[in-house]
């Protein structure tokens, strides 16, 4: 199972695994002239809009094998979510995974 | 997948788990940091950023060996992480049970020193391992899972 998620945010793109692991992240120069701060900040917001996308995309891989599971249950998965970014990530994830 | 377990297995593994541990609830305070001079990555138990320290020196290294160093730090971070997770799964699971939540993360054993990464600083000392948060509680404190800072 590779199910990612991933964001771009100001030079900065990353993807990370259901979870929110980083898988990769790639930085253009302009994201380094804002200062050290102002980077952490977009790598962290980046980080936690792809995590939502993958974990919501990990959700509903995990619903179409297994029934639907309640919130607790996927948060104890690692799976939580959160609303405002949850819409994001629904927006833009694939109906089927079969390739 | 290469797990032969089957569903009856896994509910017997399952089942061997006492209800009332609250490992779940002290798995997700677990955090680690991993520190090169100039940066510093906080992960959670699941290997997400949860803060970033970035410093000008940081900055001089250019995007490529930057977003390098952060990754790697990051996967240096989250590796502790889940052997700080592990050590709460041994405290608060049956030892069939940690074995194979061992064998599934491919998890190796805490080496008894930390071997000094290359690249990274002479860090004084390794992050403080967060505190217990929940309060000893009477209630629980015989059933509930406290995690406890490991005395090495």
Redesign the interface.
Known sequence: MSITGTARRGGVAVEVAPGGALRGLELTAEALRGGGPALAGRILQAVREAASEANERARQAVTAELGVLGDDELTRLGLGREEALAERAEDTTPDTWRA | MDDERGVDDLIELADEIPESLGL?AGLSEIRATARSKDLSVT??????????????A??ER???A??AE??RL??EA?TRALQQGMRAVKAGCTPAVTAAIGDALELEDEPATQPPSADAAPSPSPAPRPAPRRPASSDDEEEGFVLKPVQD
Do not use: F, R, T
């Open positions: 779940s992960v959670d138990v699941h290997g997400m950023l949860v803060a970033l320290d970035v410093g000008e940081a900055l250019g995007p490529d930057l977003a952060i990754s990051s996967a989250g």
